[in-house]
């Protein structure tokens, strides 16, 4: 005798229409009214990086590291939504509804329109979700919930799987917005991201760092909208609190002209925003020198430590070098790497940049400063907060169209821009 389990009959697929039986449409005769229907929820920064707000029948996988504020910011932006007499449930499989309740009253998010259900199992959830018909899904996190006929425990492949499968086709028959809660890996990926990115609509990834209370909401990808757009929040103690402008105050608290402190435009998404960049040069006694960075990839400033010796002159062989953005942002985007140099060359020489100019530029291996895309926008942004000059590439500089009481300096090679600095002393 061999024992064998019993193989349960295989269902019959549905579509992801109201209809069992699909037909085809030409091109031209499907509706566009997206952007009609999309619902506002609310909060301005989240708004931007849904593209406009939430589509109908969207799936939005909300992830981030333990602890960074998922939770309160999902309730903040459920209450939100539920002042707007829509009605949204609220599924946790984590927390219990005191639990729920007590964060509430502490961000004084509380509305009638908010249905709240702790359950983990998805066929209950599923049905509770038919019976009640809402207008806005939130699960809590999709890691928790477990399918009966799957034998894998909660949390596997094969669970993620099944039950976001499952919670899509709901959302997409019935049109129900839903938002589900990831984990992060400890090596900073959402656990099982290539099963659960390619299902959903859209993938928002909450960040920041603990020791500053400035959280990031990046688009990492959207169907309904640009991506790596990008959202500012500041942590209070009364929750989450939006930041329409960032540049200006992570440029509050800058110091007067100082060595190794220089401002770049940079954009995220479609917003320019300009960030601090600091540097530290000073005397090594170790047998290699240190090579730290903060905000700026370590390989990246290898790099730009090597181009900076071989057409500037500059002897850092034994010279600690720390690289720091302020306000615990992260810069990956190559119009950085000029100010990164300027930085350098700034605190090595005890040259400090003037406080009104501004520096962006790509720079090459061989000490070329490259055009960055959008230089317009940076422009303005640094006219915006008050800046009065700029370093800027040369290529495509005369087509620009310069601000009033904006002066542009473009330059071609790395040396260029060093001279400018030096001899604005």
Sequence with gaps: MVERPLEAPLKKGLGLTSTDQPVPLHLIDVPSDLDESRTSVGIGEMDRVLGGGLVPGALVLLSGEPGIGKSTLLLQLLSSLAHTSKSVLYISGEESLAQIKMRSERLGKTSRGLWLVCESDLDRILDIVREHAPSVLAIDSIQTMFCRDISSAPGSIAQVRE????????????????????????????????????????????????????????????????????????????????????????LSQRPGP?????????????????????????????????????????????????????????????RDIFINVVGGLK??????????????????????????????????????????????????????????????PWPGSDRLKVPDGLEPFPVKRINEAVALISGAQ
């Design 331 to 392: 810069v990956s985007e190559p119009a950085s790497e000029l100010g990164v140099i300027l930085a350098i060359v700034s605190s090595l020489r005890e040259v400090p940049l003037d406080l009104d100019t501004a520096v962006f530029g790509e720079v090459g291996l061989t000490g070329e400063v490259r055009a960055v895309e959008r230089a317009g926008l940076r422009l303005k942004e640094a006219t915006r907060l008050g800046l009065k000059r700029c370093i800027i």
């Design 258 to 318: 100082v060595p190794g402190s220089v401002i770049v435009p940079c954009m995220e998404g479609t917003r320019p925003i300009l960030v601090e960049i600091q540097a530290l040069v000073s005397p090594s006694h170790l047998t290699m020198p240190r090579r730290t960075s903060t905000g700026i990839d370590s390989n990246r400033l290898a790099l730009l430590i090597a181009v900076a010796e071989r057409h500037l002159g500059l002897a850092l062989y034994d």
């Design 163 to 250: 039950a976001t499968a499952r919670v899509m086709q709901v959302a997409k028959t019935r049109g129900i917005a839903t938002i589900l809660v990831g984990h992060v890996t400890k090596e900073g990926s959402i656990a099982g991201p290539k099963v659960l990115e390619h299902l959903v609509d859209t993938v928002l990834y909450f960040e920041g760092d603990r020791s500053h209370t400035f959280r990031l909401l990046r688009t990492i990808k959207n169907r309904y909208g640009p991506t790596y757009e990008i959202g500012v929040f500041e942590m209070t103690d009364r929750g989450l609190r939006e930041v329409p402008n960032p540049s200006e105050v992570f």
